[in-house]
């Protein structure tokens, strides 16, 4: 059995805590993610929603495009989750909020097809131009 993991924005109002296993992490190069975090590509973590409970504080939501949700601290900004209608029962966490985030390596590259030219990693994970298949590929 895992252990929880914690995590929080930087000013400390919102805090998480994730009971159990991740469903899957990669790197994300899409203009989404990258306009809403202002960086050129985000690490995010999948775990089944039921999973998720916030600890302090409360979220703020914007919807980014229909069906999808962004969540991040009104206070200081920072990018937290990520919720899509099309991957119902999930969540995406940033990998950066969390407290361990050695913990969860990115398996993979999602959205290869966006990355910026001059965004080069040396890891041979596998890339996707745009989502893995349903059986991680």
Known sequence: MSEDRKGHCLCGAIGYVIAGDSVMSALCHCPSCRRATGSPLVAWVMFEASQL?????????????PGTRRSFCSKCGTSLFFEADSLPGLVDVTVASLDEPNDVPPQMHIWDTHRLDWVQTRDSLP??????PPDGG
């Not at 409970?53 to 495009?65: D, H, I, K, L, Y």
């Not at 890339?127 to 893995?132: T, V």
């Open 53 to 65: 409970a916030v600890t302090a504080g409360v979220p703020a939501r914007f919807e980014s495009s």
């Open 127 to 132: 890339r996707f131009e745009a989502l893995p």
